[in-house]
Structure formats: structure tokens, C-alpha cells
């Protein structure tokens, strides 16, 4: 490049040690693969370890698209659009999912199902599920390798103990491949089917905490829970039992988001506008 | 009869240890400490055999080894040399030879722990229904009110107020922790239990109930124990068979009646005496 910056800001080196770490995180299903996660001209925490997954993977004949918390429009979407525009000349972006080739997001996977050909990206702030039953991360890895996983379904237990039900809202521990129990990102527990045989390949990538993981297209992803105490999505039904929809496309499927509009009034929208605005070109034509 | 463990000239070394460490500690030199090299030598060729169902005691001072060799065979820690076979249900499996995972696994399947603290055992930040679930979710017991259920069995078989089940165990009086200890013990009715000193430190009808329990037990489910203990009397109700222990060596074994009436060893002698 003119200006002394290589084709997607890292050097081909660090590229490569993250493809490397990517297939093998490929290869072994879940498995946290450390790496040697670069320094970025912004904030760890910001999203540098999706970040630097999407610039390894990137090529000049890709499409991009970049979303936060379902919205092409939010500032973290906005701000990694631009720098990877900048950095990477004669590559596409999107905000239609159909057209990407490269999906990075944040804390939503989206709502249409994704393609073989499509690879998504998820920026991860803490990789270990494990973290919060056992603080060694020397003692989590002999954990995640035997799979010793009962302490943190204790914690599943004692929560139903004291509330009737599973309370983790995000970042719901799930396993993967039949062996290592991931944490899925702040992905809310209606996005964690999804993971479950994917068509398209989903990589993980911590910045700060310098880990690659992934879930490989058709892989086997099971949310934790007990025999008789499943797993559930988020309902969306309101006091009467009735689905709430969309203010916007009138969706009945969707995640939602909850606002309180200028008139104070509680109402929910959309929260993938990619999706809610294609609904609504298919209703009005 | 048939045999449960089989150990052989299980050793410990606490140090870089040398060739003459053996020989240069033990009873006849009245310590434990290698003048050569300034390893100690907390256990030095023990060896016995288990048979289903029995209770077999170890008795000695403090700092004579029998803690260390409960520890070894339960995998806290790994012996210097040594070995020990486990006649498993099918199998036998010489414990020492075993990969982590398969420690692991004998650990939470086969054997069960007590030990004098309860501190070690439980998980003070979970509540005592938690720490015996932990128990059951290592077995793969995957159905939570199966969970709820047997844990709650095995605290009214233990005599903790059922009630009681999800607080957590800090706010327990000691005798309770140690019940909470022995039902998550007994979880997964382990054919051979370890107690370390079980009953140290509580009152003495505390002691009594807790003692009672470990027969009831041992005539209940069949499980062979190996009780540690300096109490000469919790040895003389509950063991059959009884190691006396000093300077990491066995120094006298034998029926335990035998041994408290007839005590050979002159350690033995001085420490029935003084019980008396």
C-alpha cells in the first residue's frame, strides 16, 4: 500500500499465526487456542480480537458486513466498518446478509440463517466459561481437558434452587461437540440454537484474553441444562400470553428489543435491522 | 473375602531425597528427617490389604505418617514410590499407574473422602444440597429433581435437617459440616471411603452419633474404610484391624483387641498406657 500500511492494517505474519491458530481451532471443536493477539489502534475490549479474526480472514474479492447488537448503525459497527474500509481497499461492505461473505458482530448472531459460503465472526470478552467457578486459569485448562465441568452445573443447580429456573441471560455456557463447554459470547440464550448445526463456520475471537475458538459448520452445540429442567429461549409473550411483534416490519419470529418511545409507552422492535427492514420491503413491495 | 486395595511399600518424601534417606530415619533413630540430604521421610513402605467391608485403622502421633498415606491413596498427592491395586468392580487398577482423567474418575466414582476439616471437603459458597449435586453431576446424574431427591436422602440418612438442605454450610455447626462432609462422601455409595480424623475436634456426643453413623454405614452399604486417626477410642469401636504408626513407619499391626491389650511395641505400650 502507498501509505506503508499493509492490505488489512496486521503484517502477513501475524495473519498467518492467526489462520494457523484458526484451524486448529477448527479442528478441535470449543478448544481455546491462545495467540499472540496484536496490539490495534484501539481499545482491547473494543472488539480487537473479532477484529483481527476478519482481517486475517479478509481478501480482496470479500463482502463485509459488521453488526452490533443486531444494528449496522451502532457506534462499534460504525467504527470497525470504517478502519477495515480504510485498511483493506477493493473489498465490499454490506448491511444485506445475503450479500456478505464475512459477518462480524457483536452480541447477536443473525436472524436469517447464514450460508455454507459465509463465515461469522463474534468478538468475545471473556472466552472461559469456566471463570466464574474457578479463578487458576492453570486449573481450567486441566478442567476443560478432562471435562470437568460439574462445578459450573452446580451453579445451573443452585439457580433453580433459589429461582425456579436457569437465570444466565447471556453468555449461556454451551457445549460443544459432545467435549469443551464454550462461552458462546454475550449472545442472548435466544441466538445459542443457532450454533447448533450451522451451515456457516462461527469463529470466536478474545483480544484481550488472546484466544480463538470455534464452532465448525454441522458441529454438535448443546446448551447445559438437566434432563428435566431444558433449556429455553427468551418468550417475548406479554402479561396475556401473546407474542408481542414488531413495532416496525410486524414480525412475530424475531428478537426484540425493548424501548420506551416520546409518548413513554413501552415498544419493541427488531433488534437485527438487517432483517426487520428487509421484512418490510417484502410487506410493502 | 474378597480384597478391596492392596498396597505396597508405599513410600512419601517431602525434598530432594537420596539413596540413604531410608536408612537413615524411622523409629530406631527417633526422626523422620534425613541427616543426609534434609528430606523428611513422612512414609516409608507401607504396605496392607483392604478386604470389602472392613474397617482398617491407622493410628500414630501427629507427624507419623498416617494422613500422608490416606492422601496418597486418594490421589491429593502422588507418592515418591510405591503402588497400590484397587480390585474394582471387573477390573483391577494399580492406582499410581492411572492417567489424570482416570484418577479423576476413581476419585469421584469409586472413593470417598473425609477429612478432619471440613474446610477441604465442601465447598463453603455452595449450599450443602450444591456440594452433594457437585457429587452427583461428576457421575453424570443429569436429572435435577433425581438430584434434589438423593441428596435429600442422603442428608436425612446423615441427620441433617432436610430443611435445612440449601443453606449454605458456613452457617453449620461443626458436627453438622461434617455430616454435610460424609453424605457428599457417600454420594455416589463409593465401595471404599477414607476418614481422616473425622471426629477430632467435636464434642464428645457429637463424636458418639458421628461414630455410630460410620457403623451404620459399614453394615448398611458394605464399604470398606480406612479410618486415620490418634483417638485409641475411636479405633477400639470402630476398626478390626489396626496399623500403629510412628516416624512414617508401621511399627506394630494386628487385631485391634490384640493391640490395645497386648501392645508389643514399646511406642504402643507408652500410648495404650496413656490412654488409661
Known amino acids: 500500500m502507498s501509505n506503508g500500511i499493509n492490505f488489512a492494517f496486521l503484517d502477513e505474519y501475524a495473519k498467518r499465526e492467526i489462520r494457523r491458530s484458526v484451524i486448529k481451532a477448527i479442528c478441535i471443536p470449543g478448544y481455546q487456542v491462545p495467540y499472540s493477539s496484536r496490539e490495534m489502534p484501539m481499545g482491547r475490549g473494543f472488539g480487537t480480537g473479532g477484529l483481527q479474526l476478519t482481517l486475517a480472514l479478509i481478501g480482496a474479492n470479500d463482502t463485509l458486513k459488521v453488526i452490533d447488537q443486531g444494528s449496522d448503525d451502532s457506534v462499534n459497527a460504525v467504527n470497525l466498518r470504517k478502519f477495515i474500509e480504510m485498511t483493506c481497499p477493493g473489498i465490499d461492505t454490506t448491511t444485506r446478509l445475503q450479500e456478505a461473505t464475512l459477518i462480524q458482530s457483536r452480541h447477536r448472531i443473525p436472524e436469517q440463517s447464514l450460508r455454507a459460503d459465509q463465515i461469522l465472526v463474534l468478538q468475545v470478552p471473556y472466552p472461559d466459561a469456566l471463570v466464574i467457578v474457578e479463578p487458576s486459569e492453570d486449573k481450567r485448562k486441566v478442567m476443560h481437558g478432562e471435562a470437568d465441568y460439574s462445578r459450573l452445573l452446580v451453579k445451573l443447580y443452585e439457580d433453580i434452587v433459589k429461582f425456579d429456573e436457569i437465570t444466565i441471560s447471556h453468555r449461556y455456557p454451551t457445549r460443544i461437540n459432545g467435549h469443551y463447554i464454550i462461552d458462546p459470547s454475550p449472545i442472548p440464550r435466544y441466538d445459542v440454537p443457532k450454533l447448533h448445526n450451522s451451515n456457516a463456520l462461527i469463529l470466536f475471537g478474545a483480544g484481550r484474553e488472546k484466544k480463538i475458538y470455534a464452532v465448525p459448520p454441522h458441529c454438535l452445540a448443546e446448551p447445559l441444562a438437566f434432563d428435566d429442567v431444558p433449556f429455553r429461549i427468551e418468550d417475548f409473550t406479554d402479561t396475556n400470553g401473546e407474542r408481542r411483534v414488531c413495532k416496525m416490519c410486524g414480525s412475530r419470529e424475531s428478537f426484540l428489543d425493548e424501548f420506551i418511545d416520546e409518548q413513554g409507552e413501552r415498544v419493541y422492535q427488531c433488534s437485527d435491522s438487517d432483517y426487520c427492514e428487509q421484512q418490510q420491503e417484502l410487506a410493502h413491495g | ?276
Not at chain 2, 450444591?130 to 446423615?158: H, K
Not at chain 2, 480424623?197 to 452419633?209: C, N, P, R, Y
Not at chain 2, 480406612?226 to 477400639?236: E, K, M
Request: charged share 20%; proline share 3%; glycine share 8%.
Open chain 2, 1 to 276: 473375602m474378597d480384597k478391596i486395595l492392596e498396597v505396597k511399600g508405599l513410600s512419601q518424601v517431602y525434598g530432594p531425597g537420596c539413596d540413604l534417606c531410608f536408612t537413615s530415619t524411622g523409629p530406631e533413630f527417633e526422626s523422620n528427617i534425613c541427616q543426609h540430604c534434609g528430606s523428611i521421610v513422612a512414609l516409608h513402605d507401607l504396605s496392607f490389604d483392604l478386604y470389602k467391608g472392613e474397617i482398617l485403622g491407622i493410628m500414630g502421633e501427629s507427624g507419623s505418617g498416617k494422613s500422608t498415606a490416606v492422601k496418597c491413596l486418594y490421589f491429593d498427592q502422588m507418592p515418591y514410590s510405591g503402588s497400590a491395586l484397587f480390585f474394582d468392580d471387573t477390573e483391577q487398577k494399580h492406582l499410581f499407574e492411572l492417567n489424570p482423567a482416570q484418577r479423576r474418575s476413581l476419585r469421584n466414582h469409586r472413593f470417598g473422602m473425609v477429612y478432619q476439616n471440613p474446610n477441604l471437603g465442601l465447598n463453603f459458597d455452595i449450599s450443602a444440597g450444591g456440594n452433594i449435586a457437585e457429587r452427583l453431576l461428576m457421575s453424570q446424574v443429569m436429572n435435577y429433581s433425581e438430584i434434589r431427591e438423593r441428596a435429600r436422602e442422603l442428608l436425612a440418612r446423615t441427620e441433617v435437617l432436610t430443611e435445612r438442605m440449601d443453606e449454605l454450610p458456613k452457617n453449620f455447626s461443626g458436627g453438622m459440616q461434617q455430616r454435610v462432609q460424609i453424605a457428599k462422601a457417600l454420594a455416589t455409595r463409593p465401595p471404599l471411603l477414607f476418614l481422616d480424623e473425622v471426629t477430632t475436634g467435636l464434642d464428645l456426643s457429637v463424636q458418639a452419633k458421628i461414630l455410630d453413623l460410620i457403623l451404620e454405614i459399614q453394615s448398611e452399604l458394605n464399604t470398606a474404610m480406612i479410618v486415620v486417626t490418634h483417638d485409641l477410642g475411636v479405633i477400639r469401636l470402630l476398626a478390626g484391624r489396626t496399623l500403629v504408626m510412628k516416624h512414617g513407619r508401621v511399627i506394630e499391626r494386628g487385631l485391634t483387641d490384640q493391640i490395645l491389650e497386648d501392645p508389643q511395641h514399646a511406642y504402643t505400650q507408652q500410648l495404650v498406657a496413656s490412654a488409661l
